[in-house]
């Protein structure tokens, strides 16, 4: 290609040479603009590459914090459910406790009744008698 091109630069005009010049200016203007587009390509697959990462990296502390807020969060439901079923133990304790006390009372009133029933009838054999001594007096 030089064979070519260097008998007209020689024996050519200056707008020989001329051009000769802007086509190897061009050439050498397209190569360095390749060069740029290509560092340029691979600075912004690197970045992308980096943000990949990046994401990767932000979704993981996403993931382990969404994580510890569902272990925190059962952690109160577990808290609450046992609180709840101790709760519910102390109150049917209590109430079956009542309901002992209540038959014992039941049982008590039911003997005083009784109790009451019997000196009721001997306060009016008592009385009946002293109607009687009165009566024969």
């Known amino acids: 290609m030089l064979e070519t091109i260097l008998p007209l ?3 050519g005009s200056p707008f020989v040479a001329f ?3 802007l086509i190897w200016s061009n050439q050498r203007q ?3 603009l390749f060069e740029v587009h290509d560092t340029f390509v691979h600075k912004v697959e690197k970045m ?3 943000g990949k990462i990046e994401m990767d990296q932000l979704r993981g502390q996403y993931q382990q914090r969404e994580d510890e807020l569902r272990d925190r969060w059962h952690d109160v ?3 609450v459910e046992s609180d709840k079923d101790h709760l519910e133990r102390q109150i049917l304790d209590n109430v079956l406790a009542n309901t002992k006390v209540t038959e014992e009372s039941k049982k008590a009133i039911e003997l005083i009744a009784t109790s009451l029933g019997k000196i009721k ?3 009016d054999r008592v009385l009946d008698r002293i109607a009687t ?3 024969d007096l």
Do not use: I, S
Request: glycine share 14%; no cysteine; aromatic share 4%.
């Open 77 to 79: 439901v577990k808290k």
């Open 48 to 50: 992308v590459a980096d």
């Open 19 to 21: 051009a000769g010049y």
């Open 30 to 32: 397209e190569k360095r």
């Open 9 to 11: 630069l020689t024996d």
């Open 121 to 123: 009838g001997t306060l």
């Open 133 to 135: 001594t009165k009566g």
